[in-house]
């Protein structure tokens, strides 16, 4: 299969046009189909930030923060317009940095890697497993499209789903991908935009109990994490060369 950077440069304009609205269009579906509400809390988390990481990862901070910022506002105007003129912002910033990072991330000392990879696999999947099990146990509702599930979801699912993304990440970066590290410090840096940018717009409104929702943007990101690397990894097996397209 020829890689994209084959494309004609007449071609390429009209390239990343696309990949822009189809990107965009699934970080809104993405962030409508599939949602979680937890009763303790009030809150609830999305698969958003799956797709937003994903398309900055690809394509770049660009296609990253209009993919991020305009996907997800689309999706607040049809569930919760309130939140549609922060979430522009907020998931606009956030794809970028990942994307900007993630580029940066390439030109990495090769010696700093494993080291790096080894602090983020054990980062990432204790806040998953620990969040997880803290807020997303117990009785819950499931969100699937037109469709609403009862269901009970158990401290160990989130054990075993921190302990996997570990083990995962750990092995990519020693033997796949060499700044598999990097790439999750990247969507840790920008899901932490994520997190204060809502944190400071729900204290204007709703002042300290903005606290509430701290843990389940948490809960978001690293469920973000768990998703979006083995789905570049997989992308980029079906097209080689997507990265630098």
């Known amino acids: 299969m020829p890689t994209l950077t084959a494309v004609r440069p007449e ?12 990107s965009t269009a699934l970080v809104c579906v993405a962030t409508m189909a599939f949602i979680i509400n937890v009763p303790a809390t009030r ?10 990481y ?11 923060a209009i993919a991020g910022g305009l996907g997800s ?7 919760d317009p309130f939140y549609a003129p922060a979430t522009l912002v907020i998931k606009a910033c956030e794809g970028f940095l990942v994307g ?12 700093l890697r494993k080291g790096l990879t080894i602090t983020m696999a054990f980062l990432s999947g ?9 807020y997303y146990s117990g009785p819950t509702t499931l969100t699937l499209g037109p469709f609403e599930l009862e269901g009970f979801v158990p401290v160990s699912l989130w054990v075993c789903l921190g302990v996997a993304l570990a083990i995962f990440i750990t092995a990519l970066g020693f033997s ?18 994520m997190v204060m940018g809502y944190f400071l717009y729900e204290f204007a409104w709703f002042g300290w109990a903005a606290l ?34």
């Open 43 to 52: 809150g609830y988390f999305n698969l958003g930030e799956t797709m937003v």
């Open 11 to 22: 071609g390429q304009a009209a390239l990343k046009t696309a990949i822009t609205a189809i």
């Open 212 to 245: 509430a929702e701290v843990p389940v943007n948490i809960g978001q990101v690293s469920v973000g994490i768990m998703v979006a690397m083995p789905l570049t990894r997989a992308v980029e097996r079906r097209v080689p060369g997507l990265r630098q397209a």
């Open 100 to 111: 900007w990072l993630t580029k940066k991330g390439l030109k990495a000392q090769p010696g």
């Open 73 to 79: 506002a689309l999706a607040d105007l049809l569930v």
């Open 126 to 134: 204790s806040l998953l497993a620990s969040i997880g099990a803290r």
């Open 176 to 193: 796949l991908e060499p700044e598999a590290g990097w790439l999750v410090l990247s969507m840790l840096l920008g899901g932490s935009i």
């Open 54 to 64: 994903t398309t900055a990862i690809l394509f770049g901070p660009y296609v990253g």
